[in-house]
Nanobody, 122 residues
Framework: QVQLVESGGGLVQAGGSLRLSCAAS????????MGWFRQAPGKERQFVAA????????NYADSVKGRFTISRDNAKNTLYLQMNSLKPEDTAVYYC???????????????WGQGTQVTVSS
């Protein structure tokens, strides 16, 4: 059983940057692929980015490609999402999640954090 806790959300102006963190405990972090998802009010949860268990392969949604970077530090049991050039449409609750299968599908993720709010003002 893996517990995930996100942090680093907040309010930022368009064009600004934020770095989200996701601290993992209770399991072998390095055995899981990890992902970030987001959910805006009234919308479905949306894939943002994923990284393999040892961090060598990443995948991004087209909407964030070139602006967001997913990374992980297995020695610290922590996942990151560096978000640059933020846009108002990036406003959402951001969730980290763990899976044993590198995937962009919500259904493949077994463990979820509680989410952190990111608000981008215009």
């Amino acid at each position: 059983q893996v517990q995930l806790v996100e942090s680093g959300g907040g309010l930022v102006q368009a064009g600004g940057s934020l770095r989200l963190s996701c601290a993992a405990s209770g399991g072998t972090f390095s055995s899981y692929a990890m992902g970030w998802f987001r959910q805006a009010p009234g919308k479905e949860r949306q894939f943002v980015a994923a990284v393999t268990a040892i961090g060598r392969v990443t995948n991004y949604a087209d909407s964030v490609k070139g602006r967001f970077t997913i990374s992980r530090d297995n020695a610290k049991n922590t996942l990151y999402l560096q978000m640059n050039s933020l846009k108002p449409e990036d406003t959402a609750v951001y969730y980290c999640a763990a899976t044993q299968r590198f995937s962009a599908s919500y259904y493949d993720y077994n463990y979820w954090g509680q989410g952190t709010q990111v608000t981008v003002s215009s």
